[in-house]
């Protein structure tokens, strides 16, 4: 789906932000991009629909290289959901921001109508379509900003620090509608610095540092490579901390992510194994 | 550091921004800065002359050299120069008088270049190369919070207007950069700015304005409540750094009145014309 | 030990609005203590630190009803310099509370403001740049900080001030897990070397208790619960009742203990829970 080969990138008169980054991103995947502030994960993002151009190699979108195309054209295949909802909220109310991307893309009254109601549903907005959004909560602003970007339907979902300034529960809520989309086939890739969330939601992890790849692999071998992570300032979740404090005991907790899986691996190794065994 | 973001080193380069140097002209008073800039320029409208303008440009370029930051000055002085000379071509088609060197189309008479065209029109070019060049020497070498020190301790200009002036500067950076994340949300919802029809250009400006000025309403609600919490406006203030007005600085104001005046006498007698 | 600071039933309702946004509030804070508030989004949290530095209900119009007393004076009665004076604050967004160009000024700017001679201003910087461990930033230009940088630039003008009291209001949503982690080391020294008295607003829970001693936790405007966070965790409903969680370490002990496969206190912290599974194992066999 979204195919980057020896991309680099630098604003105008200064230091490149990307260097020679080359890594594939299949249809269907779930990828977290992690990585310091200023590491250039919010840079790479904006390869992926054209609002940066690569200043060397190519990013291609489903076959399409970014730079023989615009953002207005790839916002049909890659939908980017911004931190800030208030970034782009601008009219009275829910149904006409929602319905702002597919006015855009020149599709019928009809239509419009059809790809709001449809997006509303997908994030639990239809109780409000008639309402300013501006007093809405912020969660509930951004939840209009994610609909708004559904509407276009694309196929890829970019999210850039999508619960950044939410409670825990309007957290999840969003990641639990990108996850049902997820499982209705769509690629998801997203920034945060909530690792729990990387290892609650994300199937592939991808490590930037200093404009580089410092790690691309499974969420568990990730986490499970801790000094490669210190290295760039980033803790792994509790959980394989805790695990990974074991090691000179020579236990076999194997790799849980979740309270779950290292529940059932103390208890389950069948509770009485765990008491007996060790 | 992480490098900035385009459009922050953008706007740095268009507020002519201190630079930190170590120099004769750096530890100046800012007040005298100040009065320097405002003799520069009146000197500029006091006289008229080619000669006389072309030296007050050059003394400029000479304080920027002392300042030692004429290397940061040349893309000033070279915009400068390109405006000046736009203008210029316009200057000289418009004076008629004086002797003929070369006539763009024969037989008209309306559009020739004459020596006292070219004269005049030289010395307006660096007139206003002298009128627009001093302010950005005044603000490299002067922190602007000192000239608001200035501004409201001696020239008794109530502080909150030179706080407000201060501090928008201070945000341009910051809306710049709010203004990019904007353009790059709605760019991502398909919208448009490149439209040819006037109208629908207008409204294309509606999905950036609005936004914009929500959240910089709601930065400066947040920025009002820091300053109250940190005693804003609640009585006389202090101020870290003073500067005291030392000898340098009252000689090189007293050269300057005297420049002044001498310049006046020169224009009332006529001596140059 | 008196109270350096005691609310009693105190609500407030914002002009315009038909709900109460805080409502029968009661507690006291003792001198040094460092308080963590947290609750899901539009509990309140907000609102409270506005009443605690007095722009509620000075500047913010509404309906107030109670008392907030700091060292035994009301708010309603002090001029609101005076508050700021005793009560230092520092906000979320890094980027809307610094108002000066450099840092030494921004640090200046609240001094400069209550009349303080410029030698003492001199002094105060140094002093307060070396609570926080900044010294190196002193003639940085503020914007090119980290936002952890700039966070701490902003904790340092409020502790300029010489305030009893420190409330901050999420100084970490925008920062990484770094700059983070910065901002709390620093609020624990300033909290254990200066007794400076601490109330912060945190979502990010992990680490909220791993560094402070009480928790409130907020829902709808009311005070819900009032714990040491050793207790909160022994009582995972008080946060999931409000849609917020305890940390996984503890969960995980929480629910082997609920098992009968441990027995001991729960963990706050990564390093607590291993040496609670070890005893764990070393209880079972």
């Given at each position: 789906m979204i195919k980057v080969e020896q991309l680099t990138f630098a604003y105008p008169n200064g230091m490149p932000v990307l260097e020679n980054l080359s890594f594939e991103i299949k249809s269907g995947e779930f990828v977290a991009l992690i990585g310091q502030n200023g590491a250039g994960k919010t840079t790479l993002l904006k390869q992926f629909n054209g609002l940066l151009k690569p200043t060397g190699g190519t990013v291609r979108i489903d076959g399409i290289d970014t730079r023989n195309s615009t953002t207005g054209i790839l916002a049909q295949k890659v939908g980017f959901l911004f931190q800030n909802p208030d970034h782009q909220i601008f009219l009275p109310t829910v149904a006409q921001e929602i319905g702002f991307g597919p006015a855009n893309l020149g599709c019928s009254r009809e239509e419009i109508d059809r790809r709001v109601r449809e997006a509303a549903a997908q994030v639990g907005l239809e109780p409000y379509l008639n309402e300013n959004p501006l007093f809405l909560s912020k969660g509930q602003r951004q939840r209009v900003a994610f609909a708004s970007l559904l509407s276009m339907r694309p196929q890829v979902m970019v999210l850039d620090e999508p619960t950044t300034g939410q409670d825990y529960r309007e957290g999840i809520e969003i990641m639990e509608m990108v996850k049902a989309l997820h499982r209705q086939g769509h690629t998801v890739i997203f920034v945060t610095h909530d690792m729990e969330l990387v290892a609650r939601y994300a199937e592939r992890v991808i490590v930037l540092s200093q404009g580089r790849i410092l790690m691309d692999d499974t969420c568990r071998r990730v986490f499970y490579q801790p000094d490669v992570l210190r290295r760039t300032n980033l803790f792994p979740p509790q959980i394989p901390t805790l695990v990974q404090k074991f090691d000179c005991y020579q236990e076999d907790f194997g790799t849980p992510l979740s309270v779950e899986e290292l529940y059932a691996t103390i208890t389950g190794c069948g509770g009485e194994e765990y008491v007996h065994c060790s | 550091m992480p490098p900035l973001p385009a459009a922050e080193e953008k706007s740095m380069s268009i507020v002519a921004n201190y630079l930190n140097r170590d120099s004769v002209i750096h530890r100046l008073h800012p007040l005298t800065k100040l009065f320097w800039s405002l003799w520069v320029m009146g000197l500029s409208f006091l006289f008229s002359d080619l000669w006389s303008l072309a030296a007050l440009f050059f003394s400029v370029v000479a304080i920027a050299a002392m300042a030692r930051m004429l290397r940061e000055m040349v893309p000033v002085f070279k915009g400068l120069f390109f405006f000046a000379l736009f203008f210029w071509a316009f200057q000289v088609l418009l004076i008629a008088e004086g002797r003929p060197l070369l006539t763009l189309i024969p037989g008209n008479p309306g559009l020739r270049i004459t020596d006292r065209g070219v004269f005049i029109a030289t010395a307006m070019g660096f007139r206003l190369m002298v009128i627009a060049s001093s302010f950005p020497v005044l603000l490299a070498t002067t922190q602007m919070k000192d000239l608001v020190v200035v501004l409201v301790e001696k020239l008794k200009i109530p502080y909150s207007y030179a706080f407000m002036f201060i501090t928008s500067l201070r945000f341009i950076p910051t809306f710049m950069n709010e203004m990019e994340q904007i353009i790059q949300a709605q760019c991502s919802r398909a919208h448009r700015l490149d439209s040819r029809n006037f109208v629908t250009r207008f409204f294309s400006i509606c999905p950036l304005a609005i936004p914009l000025l929500i959240t910089s309403v709601k930065k400066a609600e947040r920025m009002a409540i820091s300053m109250e919490t940190r005693g804003f406006g609640i009585g006389k203030r202090t101020y870290l750094h003073r500067y005291d007005f030392n000898r340098v600085d009252w000689l090189v104001s007293f050269g300057l009145v005297l420049t002044v005046i001498g310049a006046v006498m020169i224009n009332l007698t006529g001596m140059w014309n | 030990m008196k109270p350096v600071i005691s609310i009693e039933q105190l609500s407030f309702t914002y002009a315009g609005s038909e709900h109460p946004a805080i409502s029968e509030i009661s507690v006291t804070v003792k001198p040094g203590e460092f308080i963590g508030i947290t609750g899901p989004a539009g509990a309140g949290k907000s609102t409270l630190i506005l009443c605690l530095n007095g722009i509620i209900p000075h500047f913010q119009h509404g309906e107030y009803r109670g008392r907030v007393r700091i060292d035994g004076v009301e708010t309603l009665t002090m001029h609101c310099a005076e508050i700021s004076r005793k009560v230092g604050s520092v906000f979320q967004d890094p980027e809307a509370q610094?108002?000066?160009?450099t840092v030494e000024d921004e640090i200046a700017f609240g001094l400069e403001n209550f009349g303080v001679e410029p030698d003492v201003i001199e002094a105060r910087i140094t002093d307060a740049l070396q609570r926080i461990g900044?010294?190196?930033?002193?003639?940085?230009?503020?914007?090119?900080?980290s936002g952890g940088q700039k966070q701490r630039v902003a904790i340092a003008a409020a502790v300029a001030l010489r305030p009893e009291i420190l409330v901050l209001d999420e100084p970490t949503s925008e920062l990484d897990p770094l700059g983070t982690k910065e901002v709390f080391e620093v609020l624990k020294q300033l909290n254990r070397e200066y007794g400076l008295t601490i109330i912060v607003v945190e979502q990010k829970i992990n680490i909220l208790l791993e560094y402070i001693e009480r928790l409130w936790v907020m829902n709808g405007g009311r005070l819900v619960a009032d714990e040491p966070p050793r207790r909160i965790v022994n009582q995972p409903e008080l946060l999931t009742d409000v849609g917020l969680q305890i940390p996984p370490v503890s969960e995980l002990m929480y629910r082997l203990k609920a098992a009968g496969y441990y027995s001991g206190e729960l963990p706050l912290t990564v390093d607590e829970a291993y040496w609670a599974l070890l005893k764990c194992r070393g209880g079972k066999r």
């Amino acid at each position: 789906m979204i195919k980057v080969e020896q991309l680099t990138f630098a604003y105008p008169n200064g230091m490149p932000v990307l260097e020679n980054l080359s890594f594939e991103i299949k249809s269907g995947e779930f990828v977290a991009l992690i990585g310091q502030n200023g590491a250039g994960k919010t840079t790479l993002l904006k390869q992926f629909n054209g609002l940066l151009k690569p200043t060397g190699g190519t990013v291609r979108i489903d076959g399409i290289d970014t730079r023989n195309s615009t953002t207005g054209i790839l916002a049909q295949k890659v939908g980017f959901l911004f931190q800030n909802p208030d970034h782009q909220i601008f009219l009275p109310t829910v149904a006409q921001e929602i319905g702002f991307g597919p006015a855009n893309l020149g599709c019928s009254r009809e239509e419009i109508d059809r790809r709001v109601r449809e997006a509303a549903a997908q994030v639990g907005l239809e109780p409000y379509l008639n309402e300013n959004p501006l007093f809405l909560s912020k969660g509930q602003r951004q939840r209009v900003a994610f609909a708004s970007l559904l509407s276009m339907r694309p196929q890829v979902m970019v999210l850039d620090e999508p619960t950044t300034g939410q409670d825990y529960r309007e957290g999840i809520e969003i990641m639990e509608m990108v996850k049902a989309l997820h499982r209705q086939g769509h690629t998801v890739i997203f920034v945060t610095h909530d690792m729990e969330l990387v290892a609650r939601y994300a199937e592939r992890v991808i490590v930037l540092s200093q404009g580089r790849i410092l790690m691309d692999d499974t969420c568990r071998r990730v986490f499970y490579q801790p000094d490669v992570l210190r290295r760039t300032n980033l803790f792994p979740p509790q959980i394989p901390t805790l695990v990974q404090k074991f090691d000179c005991y020579q236990e076999d907790f194997g790799t849980p992510l979740s309270v779950e899986e290292l529940y059932a691996t103390i208890t389950g190794c069948g509770g009485e194994e765990y008491v007996h065994c060790s | 550091m992480p490098p900035l973001p385009a459009a922050e080193e953008k706007s740095m380069s268009i507020v002519a921004n201190y630079l930190n140097r170590d120099s004769v002209i750096h530890r100046l008073h800012p007040l005298t800065k100040l009065f320097w800039s405002l003799w520069v320029m009146g000197l500029s409208f006091l006289f008229s002359d080619l000669w006389s303008l072309a030296a007050l440009f050059f003394s400029v370029v000479a304080i920027a050299a002392m300042a030692r930051m004429l290397r940061e000055m040349v893309p000033v002085f070279k915009g400068l120069f390109f405006f000046a000379l736009f203008f210029w071509a316009f200057q000289v088609l418009l004076i008629a008088e004086g002797r003929p060197l070369l006539t763009l189309i024969p037989g008209n008479p309306g559009l020739r270049i004459t020596d006292r065209g070219v004269f005049i029109a030289t010395a307006m070019g660096f007139r206003l190369m002298v009128i627009a060049s001093s302010f950005p020497v005044l603000l490299a070498t002067t922190q602007m919070k000192d000239l608001v020190v200035v501004l409201v301790e001696k020239l008794k200009i109530p502080y909150s207007y030179a706080f407000m002036f201060i501090t928008s500067l201070r945000f341009i950076p910051t809306f710049m950069n709010e203004m990019e994340q904007i353009i790059q949300a709605q760019c991502s919802r398909a919208h448009r700015l490149d439209s040819r029809n006037f109208v629908t250009r207008f409204f294309s400006i509606c999905p950036l304005a609005i936004p914009l000025l929500i959240t910089s309403v709601k930065k400066a609600e947040r920025m009002a409540i820091s300053m109250e919490t940190r005693g804003f406006g609640i009585g006389k203030r202090t101020y870290l750094h003073r500067y005291d007005f030392n000898r340098v600085d009252w000689l090189v104001s007293f050269g300057l009145v005297l420049t002044v005046i001498g310049a006046v006498m020169i224009n009332l007698t006529g001596m140059w014309n | 030990m008196k109270p350096v600071i005691s609310i009693e039933q105190l609500s407030f309702t914002y002009a315009g609005s038909e709900h109460p946004a805080i409502s029968e509030i009661s507690v006291t804070v003792k001198p040094g203590e460092f308080i963590g508030i947290t609750g899901p989004a539009g509990a309140g949290k907000s609102t409270l630190i506005l009443c605690l530095n007095g722009i509620i209900p000075h500047f913010q119009h509404g309906e107030y009803r109670g008392r907030v007393r700091i060292d035994g004076v009301e708010t309603l009665t002090m001029h609101c310099a005076e508050i700021s004076r005793k009560v230092g604050s520092v906000f979320q967004d890094p980027e809307a509370q610094i108002v000066a160009s450099t840092v030494e000024d921004e640090i200046a700017f609240g001094l400069e403001n209550f009349g303080v001679e410029p030698d003492v201003i001199e002094a105060r910087i140094t002093d307060a740049l070396q609570r926080i461990g900044i010294e190196g930033l002193r003639h940085r230009s503020t914007t090119e900080l980290s936002g952890g940088q700039k966070q701490r630039v902003a904790i340092a003008a409020a502790v300029a001030l010489r305030p009893e009291i420190l409330v901050l209001d999420e100084p970490t949503s925008e920062l990484d897990p770094l700059g983070t982690k910065e901002v709390f080391e620093v609020l624990k020294q300033l909290n254990r070397e200066y007794g400076l008295t601490i109330i912060v607003v945190e979502q990010k829970i992990n680490i909220l208790l791993e560094y402070i001693e009480r928790l409130w936790v907020m829902n709808g405007g009311r005070l819900v619960a009032d714990e040491p966070p050793r207790r909160i965790v022994n009582q995972p409903e008080l946060l999931t009742d409000v849609g917020l969680q305890i940390p996984p370490v503890s969960e995980l002990m929480y629910r082997l203990k609920a098992a009968g496969y441990y027995s001991g206190e729960l963990p706050l912290t990564v390093d607590e829970a291993y040496w609670a599974l070890l005893k764990c194992r070393g209880g079972k066999r």
